[in-house]
């Protein structure tokens, strides 16, 4: 399948919309995204909407608990709150639940924001577009 995007590559810092991958993490204590959340050091559930960014758009914090509009191929979208980074530089440590380090376009969602967008999450990375709400 095809997916077609209205705009393209934005580099590290979005002016508009984004194209990136969503894939899924598990916010919970003891799931795969590895320690607390960055933004608040805190673990969270999966039936919230939320998000870790890669490095270069989580921007050093700037994004933390801010919202952003996520909108997938099949049309449908969802606001979701950013309170990780999925780092780009790092991995393969404890901190890190032993993962690889993220592709720098990735937004990490939650089951929450992959069911609100009526995605389904066995098939692990899907393209998608976001931009700050």
Not at 18 to 34: K, M, P, Q, Y
Not at 40 to 51: A, L, P, Q, Y
Not at 69 to 76: D, E, H, P, V
Not at 101 to 130: H, M, Q, R
Request: with cysteine; hydrophobic share 30%; proline share 3%.
């Amino acid at each position: 399948m095809t997916h077609r995007f209205l705009t393209s590559w934005c580099g590290c810092s979005p002016q508009s919309q984004c194209r990136a991958i969503l894939t899924n993490n598990d916010f919970s204590e003891g799931g795969d995204g590895g320690g607390a959340s960055s933004c608040d050091g805190k673990f969270h559930s999966n039936s919230e909407r939320i998000v870790a960014l890669s490095t270069g758009w989580f921007s050093g914090g700037s994004r933390c608990n801010k919202l952003i509009r996520i909108t997938a191929a099949n049309g449908r979208s969802t606001m979701a709150k950013v309170v990780d980074e999925c780092d780009s530089l790092h991995g393969c440590d404890a901190e890190d639940a032993f993962q690889p380090p993220c592709k720098n376009n990735i937004v990490d969602g939650s089951n929450a924001v992959w069911n609100a967008l009526g995605l389904n999450i066995d098939d692990g990375e899907v393209p998608v577009t976001w931009t700050m709400a």
